[in-house]
């Protein structure tokens, strides 16, 4: 018997041990600490005794940003487990991540409120998640709780600040049980709760949550928008399994037409994932300007640049596609000498490639000096330093995405790809030169090359593929028939194509044209 004992002892150690180190691979970034020159907000406390939760007490904190305007009408975040999302040392950090992201325009002037669960008596547990009536009011699939904020704290907030009457500028959060009960407020409550963001949300059958795969199925669609993220190893117990739970979510929520994403990781029960992919589950939820990527051209001249310390920035642009819940083409000039960028993003993945110039490359551990033509794919949550150490200018393009479905972390690693390593291949309308094709964490498939395409020819006849595309051009000057349009265009410019699209490209010059081609799904 003692040595069963000592081998359930052991494998308890070893999976705690898993989960710490699948933990650490978590990091918080930049939109999570305090930025100097960032105005800060304000969080007050306050206590409430609620009368449609009898004999219970609380505490609830108010945050108010530094850009509050009371003739503009603010934005609402609520949040559950309020003390755990406002800690400055914490794993999630709002205070700070929204004075971030407002600061930036990133998401809108928002006033958060950070609501604890109720407990008995006249003295607060030391730990708040112990509140007594925290199940009571988080599990119950009921519209009880919604009640309670809306009609108790949101009208006490209302006597003192213009906030919005659209459910659009409504949103809800919380972790764990906070986090169905998210769900459950937005679910009964549509016209006042517009978005939900979930961490480990409990799913399950602690008070008859798991019945939500099923009702979201069954149910005709609801106005609501929902973000959710767990990792496979959070809980499994005599209430179900949390990881199996939210995956059946966001199958239901898929089927049902929802805007909806899932964010996947192999974290365990608490906010280390979530809060490293805060900034960015705030961007995707509060950005519901974004529409569609348009098939067709996108100038380098027409791009609009922004300057910063480090040099220029042009966009090309930003939107959704077929499989992309988010696609940002980009370019960057780095002025000379020192000039560092950094990018760092755990549910974004990125193409990189060097436009003019010479660029030292880091990415995590491994640097490299790529010239012209030269590329790296940058997964998610790697860490990417660009620098300019030259004495001129050097660009490079950026492309970012998110997919629709889950990253799969597992489908390969970062790429560092001088172009001086790739061999050209030949072929009677010019060459090519391959890049890679493979899946990637975003995509199940994902192909890069260049085409240098000889004078006055034609690459193919107009066709069409499950997959989107995208050309960027490099040299030349190219006419690129999409659909029932044609365009011209030339060094610089970006094409983008949706999949299924009638789709070919012509070399107008009396040189070879040179361009990247892309393709995705």
């Not at 599990?139 to 009640?147: G, P, Q």
């Not at 990189?352 to 940058?378: C, H, Y």
Request: aromatic content about 12%; proline content about 5%; charged content about 25%.
């Amino acid at each position: 018997m003692s040595n069963r004992k000592s081998i359930v002892a052991l494998l308890i150690v070893v999976l705690a041990l898993s989960a710490n180190a699948q933990d650490e691979a978590y990091m918080l970034g930049a939109d999570s600490q305090r930025q100097p020159g960032v105005p800060q907000g304000v969080v007050t406390k306050f206590p409430w005794e609620s009368k449609i939760y009898p004999n219970t007490k609380r505490d609830y904190y108010v945050y108010v940003p530094a850009q509050y305007d009371p003739v503009k009408p603010l934005a609402l975040m609520v949040f559950q487990d309020g003390h755990a999302y406002l800690k400055e040392d914490g794993d999630f950090r709002v205070p700070v991540v929204f004075d971030n992201l407002i600061q930036r325009g990133e998401m809108p002037v928002t006033i958060g409120l950070f609501v604890n669960p109720g407990y008995w008596g006249d003295v607060p547990p030391e730990n708040p998640f112990r509140g007594q009536n925290r199940s009571s009011e988080y599990d119950e699939v009921t519209d009880l709780y919604a009640s309670f904020i809306i009609n108790e704290l949101v009208a006490e907030l209302k006597k003192t600040y213009n906030i919005s009457d659209d459910p659009k500028m409504h949103a809800i959060c919380g972790l764990s049980s906070g986090g169905i009960c998210a769900f459950t407020a937005a679910w009964f409550r549509p016209d006042f709760f517009h978005k939900v963001l979930s961490h480990i949300g409990s799913f399950t059958d602690i008070r008859g949550g798991h019945i939500y795969p099923a009702l979201i199925r069954k149910s005709s669609k609801k106005d609501i928008k929902v973000y959710l993220q767990d990792g496979s190893n959070d809980l499994d117990n005599q209430f179900g399994n949390w990881w199996l739970a939210n995956q059946q979510m966001a199958s239901s929520l898929n089927y049902r037409g929802y805007d909806f994403k899932f964010v996947a990781g192999t974290g365990a029960h608490n906010g280390k994932h979530g809060g490293a992919i805060l900034p960015e589950a705030l961007r995707w939820l509060w950005n519901d300007g974004v529409g569609e990527v348009a098939s067709g051209k996108y100038g380098w001249e027409a791009a609009k640049g922004k300057k910063d310390s480090f040099g220029e920035m042009r966009q090309f642009f930003e939107g959704q596609t077929r499989d992309l819940t988010r696609f940002v083409a980009k370019a960057y000039s780095l002025n000379p000498g020192k000039s560092v960028f950094e990018l760092t993003s755990q549910e974004t993945e990125a193409v990189l490639i060097v436009k003019s110039g010479e660029l030292k490359l880091t990415l995590d551990d491994e640097t490299k000096q790529l010239g012209a033509g030269s590329a790296a794919l940058v997964l998610p949550a790697a860490k990417s330093i660009v620098e300019n150490t030259s004495s001129s200018e050097a660009s490079f393009y950026l492309l970012q995405y998110e997919p629709r479905n889950a990253l799969d972390a597992e489908r390969g690693g970062n790429l560092l790809i001088d172009v001086k390593d790739l061999p050209f291949k030949a072929h009677d309308k010019g060459g090519r030169t391959d890049y890679f094709d493979r899946p990637t964490a975003a995509c199940k498939k994902y192909e890069m090359h260049t085409t240098a395409l000889n004078p006055e020819t034609e690459s193919h006849p107009p066709h069409t593929h499950r997959t989107a595309e995208m050309f960027v051009i490099m040299d030349g000057e190219v006419e690129l028939q999409i659909g029932e349009d044609v365009f011209k265009g030339g060094k610089g410019d970006v094409f983008y194509i949706e999949a299924e699209l009638p789709h070919a490209i012509r070399n107008l010059g009396k040189e070879q044209c040179r361009y990247f081609a892309f393709q995705w799904q």
